[in-house]
């Protein structure tokens, strides 16, 4: 979790279906969703930012609420999934196989 930098979009590729999702580290809580803007479909993780409102996309600025997955600005209209995140002496899992949102 420490190799995480605090409030920025990390993305990775996660399971055997190579799930892209992006991890936002907020002190001591973790958050993922999946790292495909449902705006347009490009990654979080390639160049987005966390503000007050959740994760920012870098193509048109729409924001993602971290726990809801929930759009807070245009243009996007729809949420993007959001994964329950378990945290172990340190290491981060995430389940993929199900959203939580
Ligand atoms: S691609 Fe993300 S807001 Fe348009």
Redesign the pocket.
């Known amino acids: 979790m420490t190799d995480l930098d605090d409030r920025k979009p990390s993305g990775f590729d996660v399971g055997d279906e190579h799930t892209p999702i992006v991890l936002v580290r907020d002190g001591d809580t973790v958050h993922a969703l999946r790292d495909v803007?449902?705006?347009?479909?490009?990654a979080f993780s390639d160049g987005g930012e966390v503000g007050r409102d959740g994760v920012e996309?870098?193509?048109?600025?729409?924001c993602f609420d971290l726990r809801t997955g929930r759009?807070s600005s245009p243009?996007?209209t729809e949420p993007v999934d959001v994964f329950a995140v378990e945290l172990r002496a340190g290491d981060v899992y995430v389940d993929v196989t199900t959203a939580v949102n």
């Open positions: 803007c449902s705006h347009a479909e490009v996309c870098w193509l048109h600025g729409s759009p243009p996007a």
